[in-house]
């Protein structure tokens, strides 16, 4: 649901809500609030804690207390592959609790969400951003912002007295939190604590930090694109900029999706 929901969320916007106002009224509601001001923004916020929270949940329930024990009789290079590694969980749960939903939403956008546990979802993952353990993210935001002279486009006037002073202060809670943790990882990381150094002795720990960072920016990476490919194939061919390579990705994005509806 978690995964399903983004891409309807995402591309649900051009959309007019009148469509499917009688039709899918959960759906409608739904959307009035996530379309409502900058709660989109707010929810793909508290939906990333929510994946990462459940995917690390999941790692944990299905890590192998011991890889070397017998496992269908398998030889121990497979065991160490699909056991150790975790390709058998990464497998399982990319198909059946990620594409699959996403598949389906991406070209059902307002079925998939016309159901309670969507709403449901949606509070909790605004609830999520409301605490503002990731508010670092819209801080890095503005830096990007001021950069690149472009003004981040919001749907909400801009922040005053109150509302200006609690969206800060949560900046800054969100600063120290994210400081003690990149504290206590690299701390891990450097002095051999984590279980890289257990499993794969080989990989030193300065090692270890270069690939700690690396994975996490092709996963940033491919967040982010994801986001990007959903909004843009709901958009006209003519609103879609002039990048040349921006647009060569959007026509082949928007061709495969076509594809695969007629596969379907």
Same mark, same amino acid.
């Given at each position: 649901?978690?995964? #399903?929901?983004?891409?309807? &969320?995402?591309?649900?916007?051009?959309?007019?809500?009148?469509?499917?106002?009688?039709?899918?009224?959960?759906?409608?509601?739904?959307?009035?609030?996530?379309?409502?001001?900058?709660?989109?923004?707010?929810? /793909?916020? #508290?939906?990333?804690?929510?994946? &990462?929270?459940?995917?690390?949940?999941?790692?944990? $329930? @299905?890590?192998?207390?011991?890889?070397?024990?017998?496992?269908?009789?398998?030889?121990?290079?497979?065991?160490?592959?699909?056991?150790?590694?975790?390709?058998?969980?990464?497998?399982?749960?990319?198909?059946?609790?990620?594409?699959?939903?996403?598949?389906?939403?991406?070209? $059902?956008?307002?079925?998939?969400?016309?159901?309670?546990?969507?709403?449901?979802?949606?509070?909790?993952?605004?609830?999520?951003?409301?605490? #503002?353990?990731?508010?670092?993210?819209? /801080?890095?935001?503005?830096?990007?912002?001021?950069?690149?002279?472009?003004?981040?486009?919001?749907?909400?006037?801009?922040?005053?007295?109150?509302?200006?002073?609690?969206?800060?202060?949560?900046?800054?809670?969100? /600063?120290?939190?994210?400081?003690?943790?990149? @504290?206590?990882?690299?701390?891990?990381?450097?002095?051999?604590?984590?279980?890289?150094?257990?499993?794969?002795?080989?990989?030193?720990?300065? &090692?270890?930090?270069?690939?700690?960072?690396?994975?996490?920016?092709?996963?940033? $990476? &491919?967040?982010?694109?994801?986001?990007?490919?959903?909004?843009?194939?709901?958009?006209?061919?003519?609103?879609?900029?002039?990048?040349?390579?921006?647009?060569?990705?959007?026509?082949?994005?928007?061709?495969?999706?076509?594809?695969?509806?007629?596969?379907?």
């Amino acid at each position: 649901m978690i995964e #399903g929901e983004q891409a309807s &969320l995402v591309g649900l916007p051009p959309v007019d809500p009148d469509l499917y106002k009688d039709s899918h009224p959960i759906t409608y509601k739904v959307a009035a609030l996530a379309f409502r001001g900058d709660n989109l923004d707010r929810y /793909l916020m #508290g939906r990333q804690f929510m994946v &990462l929270l459940v995917v690390f949940v999941i790692g944990q $329930c @299905t890590s192998p207390l011991d890889p070397t024990v017998d496992v269908l009789g398998l030889p121990s290079g497979v065991k160490f592959v699909f056991l150790d590694i975790g390709l058998a969980t990464i497998v399982f749960t990319c198909v059946l609790g990620q594409l699959t939903t996403q598949v389906n939403a991406s070209h $059902c956008m307002i079925d998939f969400a016309n159901n309670y546990f969507a709403l449901f979802t949606l509070y909790v993952a605004m609830t999520i951003e409301f605490t #503002g353990v990731m508010h670092s993210a819209y /801080l890095i935001q503005n830096i990007l912002a001021a950069v690149s002279g472009k003004p981040i486009q919001s749907n909400e006037p801009p922040k005053t007295g109150f509302t200006f002073a609690f969206f800060w202060g949560r900046v800054i809670m969100s /600063l120290a939190i994210l400081g003690f943790c990149v @504290t206590v990882v690299l701390y891990a990381l450097l002095n051999g604590y984590t279980s890289v150094s257990v499993k794969y002795p080989s990989i030193s720990p300065p &090692l270890a930090v270069v690939l700690l960072f690396f994975f996490m920016s092709v996963v940033g $990476c &491919l967040e982010g694109m994801q986001i990007a490919f959903f909004a843009v194939a709901k958009i006209p061919a003519s609103e879609r900029g002039s990048g040349v390579l921006a647009r060569r990705l959007a026509i082949s994005c928007s061709a495969g999706m076509d594809r695969t509806c007629q596969a379907s």
